[in-house]
């Protein structure tokens, strides 16, 4: 029944997908001049509209936009100055969310000279799943969703869900009442077809939006990014940032410099070419039976929506789950609760993580699967580390900025507590150059250049740039933190 219900909601967008064309702000790729000024800065002069004359220009000091000057009628004289620097709670705050995108590629985009209307970004560390909807509920503060995907296993029901009509519902997008623009759920299909026309359209309303609104703070989200990064992988991610960076210096320049924008993402992408994997016979090898619903001891439900690298058992057996799972060689980590703790395994050993009075405990008497050893050796010596073993939160969290499993102890625990309201029974994380999820999906899409969702750094850190704000934001922040960062309520 599902196969089919993917065909049907395939084969009509197949008949209704559009070329569409590419949305550009009207907004040069180049200044027309950049000059060395007296102060260690830098001007960068600009012809705006139909002037032959340069009539716009901005001082960049410390790689950053500073003062925007317009010379209206290309005389040669300032007609109206504007800082950017300061606190501006009066400008309106423009919010631009975006689907998909790794901390390093912005960083590094921003060392390339790209985004001066910002500071430096700072690193914003998504869920585990790093999934869309949880993110995003995360962000926003709602109530958790139903599941990490539109796909899941209800155990009341012993039934899972229809993933589509899920999604097109929006049953588990708590989120969207937050966003004042989001593209219908309806353009799901599109969005992996045909991703810069579902991005430029986005585009194209987030410009109206952005020039028209008398609002102090409009907050968008755009899906079709999603499609370009899994589509084409870090040159799309390239291409596409590229527009949203000149989309916000043409509102900059319409409205005067009188306004401020955040953009980020909802989590990180792997920017590596991933294989599909299938863990049926695998499993059934090892004595598991693959299956719809729980009737016996040895059934196992597998969650197969999108294609993402990491995957959800439901299971009467968890724990002898696990243990079968982490020797499937996709696999690099299996989660799963156990009474008042969860366990993480690999193939050689597993470890425990408690929560204590707010404080966790990471058990590592049988190994370490997530390597931490040497950083809870740096946190007990800095005193962050309690007799009890109970470990201080936001030094773990800095620590762990930019291990290859970020933040896991606060994620893993929450991934099994509270995030969501039908959690799995068993979360692996898969090796990054593989993913798993709809097999149909799949035949659509492939190859897979790009995707996300488990505990690897790629998948886990994106990314925040703002100037809505005097000071810089803290270099690390959770996803529940953005928005006392941005200072917006």
Known sequence: MRTQQH?????????????GCRF???????????????????????????????????????????????DDDADGKPDET??????????????????????????????EGRFRLFPPPSRLVSTFPAMTDVALSRIFHTEPCVAV??????????????????????????????????????????TYL???????????????????????????????????????????????????EKLCERITYDRRGQVRFSILADHGQGLQRCRRVSFTKF???????????IQHSNDVVIIAYGLITCAQFHTDRPYDLAIALVKHPAVDLAMLRDDDRV??????????????????????????????????????AAGHIDDDGTIADRPLLEATAEHKYPDAIHRIWSA????????????????????????????????????????????SVTFLLTNATAAPPPPILRLEDLLDAIGTP
Not at 11 to 18: F, M, P
Not at 353 to 372: A, M, N, Q
């Open 283 to 293: 499993l059934t090898d090892a004595g598991f039976h693959v299956a719809d619903a």
């Open 343 to 380: 366990i993480i395994k690999n193939a050689e050993t597993d470890a425990a993580i408690s929560k204590l009075d707010g404080r966790f405990t990471y058990d590592t008497t049988h190994g370490d699967p997530l390597d931490l050893a040497p950083i809870l050796e740096q946190l007990r």
């Open 7 to 19: 065909i049907a909601l395939f084969l009509i967008a197949c008949l209704v997908v559009t070329a």
């Open 24 to 70: 550009h702000p009207d907004w040069p790729d180049t200044p027309i001049k950049t000059a060395q000024t007296a102060n260690e800065g830098i001007t960068r002069s600009y012809t705006i509209g139909r002037d032959t004359h340069t009539n716009y220009h901005q001082h960049i000091k410390n790689n950053r936009i500073t003062t925007l000057i317009f």
């Open 194 to 244: 045909n991703p810069w026309a579902v991005f430029s359209a986005e585009l194209r309303e987030m410009h109206r939006l952005f020039s028209k609104t008398d609002a102090p703070l409009a907050v968008t989200y755009s899906v079709g990014a999603a499609g370009i990064g899994t589509r084409e992988g870090e040159a799309g991610i390239r291409a596409y940032l590229a527009e949203v």
């Open 416 to 459: 099994f507590n509270g995030q969501v309201r039908k959690p799995a029974d068993v979360i692996v994380s898969l090796k990054p150059d593989t993913c798993y999820g709809s097999k149909f999906f799949h035949f659509f899409v492939k190859p897979v250049a790009s995707t996300h969702g488990g505990l690897d750094r790629l998948s």
């Open 149 to 190: 995907e539109a796909s899941y296993f209800d155990r009341d029901r012993n039934a899972l869900s229809s993933g589509n009509d899920v999604y097109l519902s929006g049953e588990n997008t708590p989120w969207t009442d937050a966003v004042d623009y989001h593209a219908p759920q309806n353009v799901a299909v599109d």
């Open 82 to 111: 504007v800082s950017l620097l300061g606190n501006h709670p009066d400008r309106p705050h423009f919010v631009i969310i975006l689907d998909g995108i790794p901390f390093d590629l912005v960083d590094k985009m921003h060392d």
